[in-house]
């Protein structure tokens, strides 16, 4: 899968960077990155236990990332023996904080129910079916069965190898929001640009009442206690930004930082004399939390009870109140006005 690993994961809603690909240098560290980053994992490696996993975490560690920020994207077959193995070793990666998907569905040889078994956050297909559009419907049918298996398990869709205009006209044609590949690489300047899409009737296939997991994305974050120059560096190395959130050692959200709000603070005369060496929490947010299970409706009412915050990140958690990510109100309203 050769595209994902060299051009980012870009939100087609939105046009933001989510996502991008690990580089690990020489000496094991990850290339700094704000944003969080995909590492794709041989099968073969994962079913070879906890033991061999520990390179993994350590080049987390050397880089001074948290699990949280990593999508792990499983690749190569796994065949029925192996699911007591697989099932043991996603739940020890799933428990350390790590998202977790696989690389090349519809093409490798993982059956269907163990993947459905894995609740995956990521399914990412095979970039063979994306070559034959849009004129091919044979590889338009894997393709679309993909997306609606990922839509069935709450998992996202991740379209890989999009190299024409075509190809990601028909993507949208399925209610994709995530995609990767050379169309989508970004440009001299570093920027990614996203063609718009035609102006069309909303689709009519919409599914009424999803829950906010089905639109979660990638947190920022950074500890509790971080200085504040360091989510001044965070937002400047990546406009897409819309929040950094704060997390205890169990990534346990502890404030929210807007980035307009934020920044403003800093825009002030003297703000960074002010502001910059001293504790991010000073300046943040209660983050406004909500269980991933949340209907996207119910979400938007608690977006809406502080006025002055109601365009702010949502932070979605699990059964321990750990961080799973956000989730854009701008994302909610978009859904609920179309499905209306």
């Known amino acids: 899968m050769s595209s994902l690993l060299t051009s980012p994961v870009v939100d087609l809603d939105t046009g933001a960077v989510i996502a991008r690909p690990a580089v690990i240098d020489a000496a094991g560290y990850l290339r700094p990155d704000p944003l969080p980053v995909v590492l794709e994992l041989p099968m073969r490696i994962v079913l070879g236990g906890a033991g061999a996993l520990a390179p993994l975490h350590e080049a987390l560690r050397r880089s001074g990332r948290h699990p949280r920020e990593a999508i792990v994207l499983l690749t190569g077959p796994c065949g029925p023996a192996d699911r007591p193995v697989l099932n043991v070793t ?22 269907l129910d163990i993947i459905a078994d894995a609740s995956p956050y990521l399914l990412a297909l095979a970039p063979e079916p994306i070559g034959g559009l849009p004129g091919d419907r044979r590889p338009a049918a894997v393709a679309r069965s993909v997306v609606a298996l990922a839509r069935g398990l709450g998992a996202h869709a991740l379209v890989s190898g999009v190299e024409r205009e075509a190809q990601l006209a028909a993507v949208r044609g399925w209610e994709v929001r ?37 639109f979660l994305l990638p947190a920022v974050t950074l500890p509790a206690g971080a200085k504040a120059e360091e989510v001044v560096a965070a937002f400047g190395q ?94 909610l309203i978009r859904h609920v006005a179309w499905a209306g």
């Open 90 to 111: 996603l739940n020890g990666l799933r428990n350390l904080g790590y998202l977790l998907g696989f690389a090349d569905v519809g093409a490798e040889s993982v059956p």
């Open 178 to 214: 995530l995609a990767c590949g050379p169309l989508l690489s970004p440009g001299p300047d570093g920027k990614v640009r996203v063609p718009l899409p035609p102006t069309e009737e909303p689709s009519d296939t919409v599914q009424l009442g999803p829950r906010v997991q089905e």
């Open 238 to 331: 990546e406009p897409s930004i819309t929040s950094v959130i704060l997390v205890d050692e169990y990534q346990r959200p502890k404030g929210s930082l807007d980035r307009s709000r934020f920044l403003l603070s800093f825009a002030a005369r003297y703000g960074h004399a002010l502001h910059g060496a001293k504790p991010a929490q000073r300046l943040a947010d209660p983050p406004r939390t909500v269980p991933k299970t949340t209907p996207a409706v119910a979400a938007m009412r608690a977006a809406g009870q502080d006025p002055g915050r109601v365009y702010d990140d949502l932070v979605v958690t699990d059964e321990l109140n750990r961080c799973l990510g956000i989730v854009r109100v701008s994302d």
